[in-house]
């Protein structure tokens, strides 16, 4: 028994090799490698288009919301410190207002550190940072309506109270979102390097699989001098414009992802700094006036919030003049030219503010800081109100952008799914017409 199946085998396998000798043999294998190595394609293409196009999609509604949520947690909190001290040197007597900016950004600050929680990929070191903010935010609110409440009072502690608040909110808030931000930018460069990388692997196998079409041509015509296989013909036209289309495809949504980063994310990342610029300047020239020099630089020489005031107004010139380079339409340039001038306007009236301080004007020092008129006050509104805009304006643009990239990604696999099946058929039925030739 066990002998007659071996028998059996060795026969079938007899018949096999010597099949495969033979020219209708070597068409079915070739037939069957063709049809094959054409379903790789079509499989390999929808595979790594389908992750570029998940990819992209993330950039459009995962990671680059998220960092511009992580700029605005900063925003916020920096605000918010600065609108808490322009309430103190308004007197016992805070402006509505100036209240009701304080509590925004409070308010603003707490339910976007929910949804970073919540949207956050598990970094341990975001996870810690975000653990940090909602811990020690009550921590500062606490300071701040302390500081109010002496205030009311007229005892000089509560500037102490609010110095204790600025200096928990930027040794400890202020770097805690920074570091989110910095992360959350860096899953959104990581997404967009992904989604932009181009697919090797379908591409290798697509030109191989067109040789392998190509060359069976060829060999048939030399075996049977007959110029067209109507069957190979169609599958070497639809492998080819598989290969086409997703070479097109990827390169435009490359293209795309390419014009929301450099004319959309990189404008953003300018802008924000500005923003975060101006919002620390603010905040020290406030806090210049609070102190009224009674907090020193480390040298013991100079005002520190007048030091950090300065440096923060160097750092916005400089964020400035890199946001009007990267701003690519006379839309996105006009609010940065205009924060640009208004910036010039803001140091002029601050230099007014200091000689007044100098001089031991008290009543006029408040007046050219927190003045309704031709205050710093009113400058730095302007410029904030100018960078809002600026920032609306390249938000629009990088969204139209990267929305445009995922398009080509999304009707791609459909595309390679039908054409590789097309390619398959044509094969097997060119291979076949051979083959009945022989019988």
Known sequence: MGGAGRSDWEAALARLRAAAVTEPGRLRALGAVLALLLLVFGAVTALEVSGRAAAAEDVVDRSQPLSADAAD???????????????????????????????????????????????????????????????QLPRYTGLVERARAANRQGLPLGGAYLRYANQQMSTRLLPAAERIYQAESGRLGQDDRSARAWPLLPITVGVFALAALLW??????????????????????????????????????????????????????????????????????????????????????????ETEYTAGMARLGAALE???????????????????????????????????????????????????????????????AALGRAVAHEQGEFTRAARSAVAPLDWLPGAAAGLVLVAAAGTIMGVNRRLTEYR
Request: hydrophobic residues 40%.
């Open 73 to 135: 947690i900063y925003r916020s909190l920096a605000d918010a410190d600065t609108a808490a001290a322009g309430g103190f040197l308004a007197g016992p007597e805070e402006p509505a207002e100036v209240r009701e900016r304080y509590e925004k950004d409070i308010a603003t600050a707490s339910r976007l550190l929910v949804k970073a929680a919540a949207g956050t990929g598990g970094s341990a070191r975001s996870a810690d940072d975000l653990a940090l903010l909602g811990e």
């Open 216 to 305: 069976t041509q060829r060999r048939m015509f030399l075996r049977t001098n007959r110029v067209l296989n109507h069957g190979l013909l169609a599958a070497t036209a639809a492998a080819l414009v598989l290969l086409l289309a997703l070479l097109a495809g990827h390169a435009y949504a490359r293209s795309m992802l390419t014009e929301a980063r450099e004319q959309g994310q990189d404008s953003l990342t300018a802008l924000n700094d500005a923003r975060i610029d101006s919002l620390k300047a603010r905040a020290n020239e406030n806090l210049a006036v609070v102190s009224r020099g009674a907090v020193l630089t480390a040298d013991g020489r100079s005002d520190q919030y």
């Open 322 to 384: 890199k946001a009007a380079g990267l701003a690519d339409d006379g839309t996105g340039q006009a609010p940065v030219e205009d924060a640009r001038k208004t910036a010039e306007e803001w140091r002029t009236r601050h230099k007014e503010a200091r000689t007044a301080d100098d001089a031991g004007d008290y009543e006029g020092t408040l007046a050219k800081v927190i003045g309704a008129e031709s205050s710093t006050g009113e400058s730095f509104d302007e410029v904030d």
